[in-house]
C-alpha cells in the first residue's frame, strides 16, 4: 500500500475479511426476496443483531403503504417488511448517511438458494453481491472508524431497506428524511468485477394504467362493446411513440380480457420509463395526459392511471463528482485503480442524490451476473471495499467535507 499515513494504516488493519464472509454466508442463506415477507424479517432480525454493534440507537422502521393494482384492476395495499434504521452521534456537526437493502429479487420459490464457493476466488450465491456482500462492507468499515478516535467526530444514519429491488416505495420518505442535512452519502451495490462505480444514472417510473371499456358478444353485436384490449394496446402504441434520445419507454404487459366471444371490458396496461434527465419527465408526463386524453376519446373507455417516477435521475454535479475523486484518490492510495461510468440502471443513490446529496452508490463489493442464477461476489472484494470506505469516510471526517 502507499500513500496511508500511520493513523490510515491502523484504520483499514482493523478490517476482518473472515469475518466480513461468514456474515454473507449466513445472510445470503437467507431467503429475503422482496415479498418473502417471513425471510425479510428473518434477515431483519440477524441484521438488526449485527449492526448492534455501533453505538446509538437501532429501530425497525415500519413500511409506509404502497398501493398495487391487480390483474382484475383493483387498488389494494401491499405489504411490505420493516426496514432498519441506526441513528449515531445526532449532535455531531458533520453528518453522513450510509444505506443498503436487505431484500433480493430471488422469491421463496426460486431454485437459486444455496451458496457455491468456486475454485476461482468467487462465491455464487443469491445476494451475495447484491448485496448482502455490501452490508458486510458497510458495518466492518463503520466498525473500523468507530475504533479510531477521529470517529467520535462523525454523526451518521444508517437505513437498510427492505423494498430496494421493487423501488423502495415504502422506504423512500424514510430515505428522504435520513439524507436531509448530510454531507456525502456512500451506498453499498455491488461495483463491477473489474471495480468500476456506477457514476450518472437516469431515472425510472412505473406505471399501471387500468382501461374500462364495455361488455358485448363478440358476433351478436360487437358494436355495442367497447374493447378495453384494443384500446389498451392502441395506448401502448402511442406511449412507445414517446421514446426519444433522452427517454426510454417499454410497455411490458396488457393484463384483461377474457373468453373469445366476449368482449372484454377490462384491461391494464403495465409501462416503463426511464428518463436521462429531470426535463424528460416533465415530457413523459405531458405524454401520457395527451395519450390517455386521445385514446380514451378515441375508443370511447374510461381510463385510470396509477404509479409515479419513483426514482429521478442522477447526474453528476460538482458535488458527486468531489466525492468520486475523494474515493477514486483513496483507492490509489491503497493500490487500486477506480473508475466510474453511466448506467441506465438505478437504486437508491437516485432517491439521495435528488434530496441534494452528494452520493457514490456502488461501494459494495465486486461481483456480477446479478439477478440471475449466476449472481457471484468476488470473495477478496470483501477486505478491498471495505478498506476504500473506511479509509474514505476517514477522510471526510478529517477535511469536514467530501
Known sequence: MRGLSTNEQALVDHVDQAAMLRQVETWSAVNSGTRNLAGVARMAALLTEAFASLPGTLDLIEAEPVQAVGADGSVSTLEHGRHLHVVVRPDAPMQMLFTGHMDTVYPVDHPFQTLTARHDGTINGPGTADMKGGLAVM???????????????????????????????SSGALLARAAAGKVAAL????????????????GTGNFSIVVRGRSAHAGRNPDDGRNAIVAAA??????????????????????????????????????????????????????????????????????EVHGGFNRPPK???????????????????????????????????????????????????????????????????LAERAALSALTISRIIDRGRP
Open 139 to 169: 458495518l466492518a468499515a463503520l466498525g473500523a472508524i468507530e475504533r479510531r478516535p477521529e470517529g467520535a467526530r462523525l454523526g451518521y444514519e444508517v437505513v437498510i431497506n427492505a423494498d430496494e429491488e421493487t423501488g423502495s416505495l
Open 187 to 202: 451506498t453499498y451495490e455491488p461495483a463491477l468485477a473489474d471495480g468500476t462505480l456506477a457514476g450518472a444514472r437516469g
Open 234 to 303: 392502441a395506448l401502448a402504441v402511442r406511449l412507445a411513440d414517446a421514446r426519444g434520445p433522452g427517454l426510454a419507454v417499454n410497455p411490458a404487459r396488457i393484463d384483461g380480457g377474457g373468453p373469445n366471444n366476449v368482449v372484454p371490458d377490462l384491461a391494464i396496461l403495465r409501462v416503463n420509463f426511464r428518463p436521462a434527465a429531470a426535463s424528460e419527465i416533465v415530457r413523459a408526463r405531458a405524454a401520457i395526459d395527451d395519450a390517455v386524453a386521445g385514446i380514451a376519446a378515441a375508443h370511447d373507455v374510461a381510463i
Open 315 to 381: 447526474p453528476l454535479d460538482a458535488g458527486a463528482e468531489r466525492l468520486f475523486g475523494l474515493v477514486a484518490d483513496a483507492g490509489a492510495d491503497l493500490g487500486m485503480s477506480i473508475g466510474w461510468r453511466a448506467t441506465g440502471g438505478v437504486c437508491d443513490g437516485n432517491n439521495i442524490a435528488a434530496a441534494g446529496v452528494p452520493v457514490v452508490d456502488t461501494m459494495g463489493v465486486r461481483g456480477g451476473a446479478i439477478h440471475s442464477a449466476d449472481e457471484f461476489m468476488i470473495v477478496d472484494s
